[in-house]
């Protein structure tokens, strides 16, 4: 069956960096792009970009670049979303989703938590 | 940037009651229109795709309509466990793929 597994959940001060992982499984990895999607405390969706799993090539939404880098490592299945110079307002709940041309975000992973707090 | 308006925010209604929520795009998206549900604590699901496509599994009492500007989402009879948070999303438009704000469903 799908499975979009995600790293655990991560306290970190302003300033550093975060790595989420998002691992994939039960679907051939590189026929799906890989989406990311934030939601802060109590806020709602807002989706943050993209990732072609076939040519790596990363497509951030307005408000998400710069500090925002998606990445792959296809060997493992696995979509990662890198977060630097983190500032309190990261903190939030990150989200993978998968999504195909025919359908975007049939199957998620089960969100992680960053906390950004001194 | 394509905006999606959402409403109502939040929405009261009784076990059995027919409920519709409404989301309005600031242009034509065609029919590119997802409806999700999301429980406390849960990553969204999806319920409908290309506005009026029932996913596999999801329950015939959720339903989508429209095209172009105007999307309707309706649960035809409510239940108990339909009480979650429903998002609207856009997919016209890379690389924005704008949510709704939102509709907080409560049972009366």
């Known amino acids: 069956q799908v499975q979009l597994v995600q790293s655990g959940s991560e306290l970190k001060k302003p300033g550093a960096s975060v790595k989420v992982s998002c691992k994939a499984s039960?679907?051939?990895?590189?026929?799906?792009?890989m989406n990311w999607v934030r939601q802060a405390p109590g806020q709602g969706l807002e989706w943050m970009g993209w990732?072609?799993?076939?040519?790596?090539?990363?497509t951030y939404a307005q408000g998400f670049t710069g500090r925002f880098v998606f990445s792959l490592d296809t060997s493992v299945s696995t979509a990662y979303l890198q977060i630097s110079s983190l500032k309190a307002e990261d903190t939030a709940v990150y989200y993978c989703?998968?999504?195909?041309?025919?359908?975007?975000?049939?199957?998620w992973g089960q969100g992680t938590l960053v906390t950004v707090s001194s | 940037d394509i905006q999606m308006t959402q409403s109502p925010s939040s929405l009261s209604a009784s076990v059995g009651d027919r409920v519709t929520i409404t989301c309005q795009a600031s242009?034509?998206?065609?029919?590119?229109l997802n409806w999700y549900q999301q429980k406390p604590g849960k990553a969204p699901k999806l319920l409908i795709y290309?506005?009026?496509n029932l996913e596999t599994g999801v329950p015939s009492r959720f339903s989508g309509s429209g095209s172009g500007t105007d999307f309707t989402f309706t649960i035809s009879s409510l239940q108990p466990e339909d009480i979650a948070t429903y998002y609207c999303?856009?997919?016209?438009?890379?690389?924005?793929?704008?949510f709704g704000q939102g509709t907080k469903l409560e049972i009366k």
């Open positions: 039960g679907y051939t990895f590189t026929s799906y792009a």
């Open positions: 290309d506005a009026s």
């Open positions: 242009q034509d998206i065609s029919n590119y």
């Open positions: 999303q856009q997919y016209d438009n890379l690389p924005q793929y704008t």
């Open positions: 990732i072609n799993t076939n040519t790596g090539n990363p």
């Open positions: 989703a998968r999504s195909t041309v025919t359908k975007r975000g049939d199957y």
